[in-house]
């Protein structure tokens, strides 16, 4: 853990990169910042998935509350103990905790994860970028702004050779499979990824054509819905969903870059 970090009170907070909700695959050093951590501010999905794990801590949602509502929460208790938030994913992709890492300055201990999009890449058995059909991966979110203050347009992203990633998606499955089409401007694989590494995990793949039908008019996004929790579902959209690497570019790696350089 360190040393005792100096300002108001005894113990650190910390941010806990927790992955998509599943505690085998916290890194070693969560589980052990958790572990000692008697206050947890996680997602209500998370008390369930990992609820051996928070037995006999308390435990609150941060979403439930104002912003000055959680520093009050971490201030009460900081003094008796470390507070850990767990983070969904990891600390560096729409993580909405920042302004709580600022507000606890030298309190506050960041510790990495394993983001969504990387579990996802595991369960899918899918690397993101291949040679010859993806060069780049996107990571993005249509409720992002930009400094002019128009949303992201996906369409921007979706272009062949890449691979997009959306987080917290706010669109319609309708809209959102309209405005990737007209990306990409092909009939592209999809997969939705529900709660994923949870109990309750869904995953989805299909086309860009195909996916409306394919989820029969179920809502995986949770539009509307009245509920303070974050949706916890993945897209993924790209050619890498449905196609392999060719052999032969393990060859030229290797007389090109790792049998000139002795590697091995």
Not at 89 to 107: E, I, K, N, T, Y
Not at 114 to 122: C, N
Not at 149 to 168: D, Q
Request: net charge neutral.
């Amino acid at each position: 853990m360190g040393p005792t970090p100096s300002g108001p009170g005894p113990f650190p907070v910390l941010f806990i990169g927790a992955g998509p909700g599943d505690p085998e695959l916290l890194t070693l050093a969560g589980l052990r910042a958790l572990e000692g951590a008697p206050h947890v501010l996680a997602p209500s999905t998370f008390h369930r998935s990992f609820g051996a794990l928070l037995e006999g801590k308390e435990v609150a949602s941060p979403f439930r509350m104002d912003h000055r509502g959680v520093v009050s929460w971490v201030e009460e208790r900081v003094p008796r103990g470390p507070v850990a938030f767990l983070v969904p994913g990891d600390f560096s992709l729409f993580c909405p905790f920042q302004s709580f890492v600022a507000r606890f300055s030298d309190r506050a201990r960041v510790i990495p994860g394993i983001g969504a999009h990387q579990a996802a890449a595991a369960l899918l058995r899918r690397t993101f970028d291949l040679p010859g059909v993806a060069h780049a991966t996107v990571i993005t979110s249509p409720r992002a702004v930009t400094p002019h203050g128009r949303r992201v347009a996906l369409r921007e992203y979706a272009r062949p050779g890449n691979t997009l990633v959306i987080y917290m998606n706010d669109l319609p499955l309708p809209d959102l499979s309209a405005e990737l089409r007209a990306g990409y401007g092909a009939d592209v694989p999809i997969a939705i990824l529900e709660n994923l590494s949870c109990p309750d995990q869904r995953v989805t793949v299909a086309t860009l054509d195909t996916i409306v039908a394919q989820m029969g008019g179920r809502d995986p996004f949770g539009i509307g819905s009245d509920s303070p929790e974050p949706s916890l579902a993945l897209v993924i959209a790209g050619e890498v969903l449905v196609r392999d690497e060719d052999p032969a570019w393990w060859d030229r790696r290797y007389e090109r870059v790792w049998k000139p350089r002795g590697m091995g």
